[in-house]
């Protein structure tokens, strides 16, 4: 069973679109973090969300973590083929001790 | 900035040789990770430290082993290779009450 539920899996869209990807559970996290990996490479941070209900904000990605703290999504305006990668979430149980990550959403963003 | 480097980028080894994956952190950081990422299931925890000499299993344990002999440096080791270890390894560290891990490149073993 995979605690943080990621969607959609896979995205391919056109330079200039926008897009929007989930990450969904029944748990609560005390943070929550959004990784984007590149291929071949490891994960490297975006941002990390503490606060429900918060959003922030990283040039062309807004990144919201859900009232209740379960959920949280990731916004880019106006794709480029820069932001192709792999995008993971990742949280931070109440007690800070365990983290889990999303399977991910692969984003590929066509010329 | 935070670097975290690990001893190889590919690797291919045979079937039952013992294999070493090295990872080194510069920040001090109490926290290390040892994942394997495989499509479609993931980022999967091995095994992680929060000081140095102590351990604790992660989810798929079995068939691996690891050491942190010094804070910077956790080492994971496949005590006899199996095909089904082929996967895409990666290293990651932290402070120990924050949340964000940082990953180094990661290295992709084949085993043959």
């Known amino acids: 069973t995979q605690l943080l539920e990621q969607s959609p899996q896979f995205l391919s869209i056109q330079e200039g679109e926008n897009l929007t990807v989930y990450c969904n559970s029944s748990?609560?996290?005390?943070?929550l973090q959004w990784y984007r990996q590149e291929p071949g490479e490891g994960p490297v941070l975006l941002v990390t969300?503490?606060?429900?209900?918060e959003v922030k904000k990283l040039k062309r990605l807004t990144f919201q973590f859900g009232d209740a703290r379960k959920d949280s999504s990731l916004h880019i305006t106006a794709a480029q083929p820069g932001d192709t990668g792999l995008y993971l979430c990742a949280g931070a149980s109440r007690a800070g001790n365990q983290f889990y990550f999303g399977t991910g959403t692969s984003l590929t963003v066509i010329p | 900035d935070v670097k975290v480097t690990q001893s190889s980028r590919y690797l291919v080894k045979r079937t039952g040789e013992k294999v070493f994956l090295e990872c080194v952190q510069d920040m001090d950081h109490e926290n290390m990770f040892w994942y394997r990422q495989d499509p479609g299931l993931g980022l999967r925890l091995i095994y992680f430290s929060y000081d140095v000499k102590m351990k604790e299993k992660g989810d798929i344990p079995e068939g691996y082993s690891v050491s942190r002999e010094k804070k910077e440096r956790f080492s994971l080791i496949l005590e006899s290779a199996s095909t089904n270890q082929t996967s895409m390894y990666l290293c990651?560290?932290?402070?120990?009450?924050?949340?964000?891990?940082?990953f180094g490149p990661g290295t992709r073993l084949t085993v043959t």
């Open positions: 748990s609560v996290f005390s943070s």
């Open positions: 969300v503490v606060t429900g209900g």
């Open positions: 990651a560290s932290s402070f120990f009450s924050y949340p964000e891990q940082y």
